[in-house]
């Protein structure tokens, strides 16, 4: 995990009720590297007791690992009463970016969900340094515990309060996890319908039937400080003790408004990092500047006998259908929907360059050099994006489970 999460202090729940006379601690293996081992012996014995792992499949310490232990960071609750134990695994680029994570892996989902819960235009703007996968969440009862049973709920909650912490600190804006439906039904009551999505089909995994579905932390945040159910006051309560201090520059304006209403306090983002979260205006902005410092050479050009303004004009207002159709053939369902997209995002690229050709002419060689140069460089970035969306796509709807 990023080094802003190392410093994060252990955080206790609240304090011992009529109902509840004990008090949850959550700890990570960033702050003590033991939690792994705590939580990687407490995720043995359960996936042993359920069936999902045989004796076989540990290592010579009796304990499982599997191959994402490396990306992984645990949180360990416990009380007098139960140990619990979770884990995040984070993305690795040079294994396949967010198609390295288990649910991604293994799973076929619908990429527009996934699209759409992160909150970007295109598949290939999702960085792998903003996707964790939360996985193996796990409780056992202490030895000698002859109380009543009782819920996981508060330390799970908890345990994903810290998540939330720590991804709102990296940025993170796209969890997956595949887990039982009926965790999932509880996260939906908790978070919400709108919050939890579904992005695939049910599917037997590792001996279980599991759900993949998705989230994005910084929205559920925002909802749930805004939540006015009956639900609303214990999710302030919860988030009011973890979120303090949480790094301003990683989140978006909409949540540090939210902040702000609440009277939550977080660290002031530095200039760079509140015009990083504007990016889709710098990129327009971009867009326009990169049109217009095209536009005023032409007016040296003797050979060119249109208006550079107007070639201006065209090549700023083909922007927005360029990037439309590009988007399109990368994540349309529908074939003519795809043809489409080409066919707009191939007619606004040219459009530019036919007016220039249409308004001029016995251009010298070295015009028409330059200008094939940038068609020809642009083209092939376009095109490498577009090679990526695509790749994403088909490695997202692909699975390795049997239906």
């Known amino acids: 995990m990023m080094g802003t999460m190392e410093n994060l202090p252990s955080y206790s729940d609240v304090p011992a009720s009529p109902e509840r006379s004990y008090q949850t601690t959550v700890t990570t293996s960033k702050e003590l590297p033991e939690v792994t081992s705590c ?31 490396d990306r992984s960071v645990y949180l360990y609750a416990s ?24 649910t991604l892996q293994h799973f076929s989902v619908d990429p527009e969900i996934i699209r759409e819960v992160a909150g970007v235009e ?37 345990i994903y309060s810290q998540i939330l912490r720590h991804s709102l ?25 709108e919050q939890v999505r579904q992005i695939g089909d049910e599917r037997d995994y590792m001996g279980s039937v599991t759900m993949p579905v998705a989230l994005n932390p910084q929205e559920v945040v925002r909802s749930a400080l805004d939540d006015d159910g009956p639900l609303g006051a214990m999710k302030r309560e919860y988030l009011q003790r973890v979120l303090p201090g949480v790094k301003g520059g990683a989140l978006t304006p909409a949540l540090r408004e939210t902040l702000d209403e609440h009277e939550i306090p977080y660290g002031s983002p ?36 249109g208006n550079p303004w107007v070639f201006w004009g065209i090549d700023v207002g083909t922007a927005f259908p360029y990037t439309w159709g590009l988007i399109e053939v990368a994540t349309a369902k529908k ?11 191939a007619g606004s690229f ?35 994006g577009v090679k990526k969306d695509l790749a994403l796509d088909q490695g997202l709807r692909r699975s390795t489970l049997e239906v």
């Open 270 to 305: 530095n200039v760079m990092q509140r015009l990083k979260k504007h990016h889709k205006a710098l990129a327009y902005t971009g867009i326009t500047a990169y049109a217009a410092a095209r536009a005023v050479p032409l007016a040296s050009i003797e050979e060119f006998q």
């Open 122 to 158: 295109r598949l290939s703007a999702i960085s792998p340094s903003q996707v964790i996968e939360v996985s193996t969440l796990a409780s056992l009862p202490r030895e000698g515990d002859s109380g009543k049973p009782v819920t996981d709920l508060d330390a799970t909650r908890l």
């Open 335 to 345: 074939p003519a929907r795809k043809v489409l997209g080409g066919a707009v995002a």
């Open 39 to 69: 939580a990687q012996a407490l995720n043995t014995a359960i996936y042993l007791r359920e069936g999902f792992i045989d004796s076989e499949q540990l290592d010579a310490d009796g304990i499982y690992r599997d191959q994402y232990v």
């Open 79 to 102: 009380n007098e009463r139960r140990e619990t134990a979770c884990r995040y695994i984070k993305a690795d680029r040079k294994a396949g970016g967010v198609l390295s994570l288990p």
């Open 350 to 384: 040219a459009a530019p360059y036919v007016y220039f050709w249409a308004e001029g002419e016995q251009y010298p060689v070295w015009v028409n050099g330059i200008v094939a140069g940038i068609i020809g460089v642009a083209g092939l970035a376009a095109v490498r």
């Open 169 to 193: 600190d990296a940025g993170h804006r796209l969890w997956v996890m595949n887990t039982h439906p009926r965790l999932v039904r509880h996260l939906r009551i908790l978070l919400g319908d």
